[in-house]
């Protein structure tokens, strides 16, 4: 006999923090279920989907690079999320046994900036890749204003732009950055092995809140920036544990502890 399970699947897989975050929580909350981390690869993706559906102890997946877009082919969209953000990264089994895909990724961005207004605020987006997607879309049903998008593929910027209906423009990266409320990067840059994002911050105003989702390391050379000018900063981990917080409750039917973040950012940086 099994015990309930929930996985993650990519390719590759090894660095993946959800387990870590996934059972850290139904430790805390003395649930007898698992989290686990499986290889999964383009090709092996269908068989997984056709494996998992027939084991009733499988409560879902999450979905990390490359799947993210190619997993909604082989799952039922109940939420319109083709339609939306166009990209999956959880997967549910229902009750009636179907699979269902969702994206908790536009949650999870958005809970820490739930406190703030700005609905009708200049934004600016760097990244126009998956998680740009997730992120556009929390930000056009969060009524934003004008976007600047920064993309090295201009092109895909403006497209991704008017797909999700806000308005702006899209530029190469590296063009300054104008007066925002919000800032957001949404690329890998800055990520450990990864080249830097030098912006110019200079045209902020104080009260603008820069927001970076990578989080190795924690203290990106953008975060370093905004703090340099007192800015108020979001790190990667706000999101990386949002998104998950949606889809533990999805998968295990409890509330996670959120009272016990502290000790769960201390877990993935050590
Ligand atoms: P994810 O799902 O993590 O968002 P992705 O879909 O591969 O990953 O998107 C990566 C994003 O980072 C894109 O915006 C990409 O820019 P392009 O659309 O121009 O490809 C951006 N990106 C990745 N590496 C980059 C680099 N070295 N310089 C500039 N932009 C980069």
Redesign the pocket.
């Known amino acids: 006999m099994t015990k309930p399970y929930a996985e993650v699947i990519g390719d590759p897989i090894s660095h993946s923090k959800s387990p870590l975050i996934h059972n850290f929580w139904a430790e805390a909350l003395g649930l007898d279920v698992e989290y686990r981390a499986v290889h999964v690869t383009p090709e092996g993706l269908a068989a997984y989907f056709a494996e998992r559906k027939a084991d009733p102890d499988w409560r879902g997946c999450n979905i990390t ?1 490359p799947h ?1 877009v190619e997993a909604l082919a082989h799952v039922e969209d109940r939420g319109d999320v083709r339609t939306t953000i166009g990209a999956i990264n959880t997967v549910i089994r229902a009750e009636d046994g179907a699979l269902v895909g969702t994206n908790t990724d536009a949650a999870g961005f958005y809970a820490p900036l739930s406190e703030l207004d700005l609905a009708g605020q200049p934004v600016t987006v760097i ?6 997607r997730a992120i556009l879309f929390a930000l056009s049903r969060m009524g934003v204003g004008p976007v600047t998008l920064f ?3 201009v092109l ?2 403006a497209a991704l732009l008017s797909s999700f209906g806000l308005k702006g423009q899209a530029l190469p ?1 590296g063009a300054a950055v104008p007066p925002s409320a919000l800032v957001v990067n ?4 800055g990520m450990t092995g ?2 830097p994002l030098d912006l110019d911050l200079s045209a902020l105003p104080e009260d603008a809140v820069v927001y970076d989702i990578v989080y190795a390391p924690l203290e990106t050379g953008l975060l370093a920036a905004a703090r340099a000018r007192d800015l108020d900063t979001i790190d990667g981990l706000e999101m990386l544990i949002g998104q998950a917080a949606v889809a533990f409750e999805l998968f295990f039917g409890a509330e996670p502890p959120r009272d016990r973040d502290e000790d769960l950012r201390a877990l993935l940086l050590g």
Request: proline residues 5%; without cysteine.
């Open positions: 690079v993210k990244g126009a890749g998956g998680a740009a993309n090295r593929n895909k910027g990266i949404a690329t890998s840059l990864q080249p």
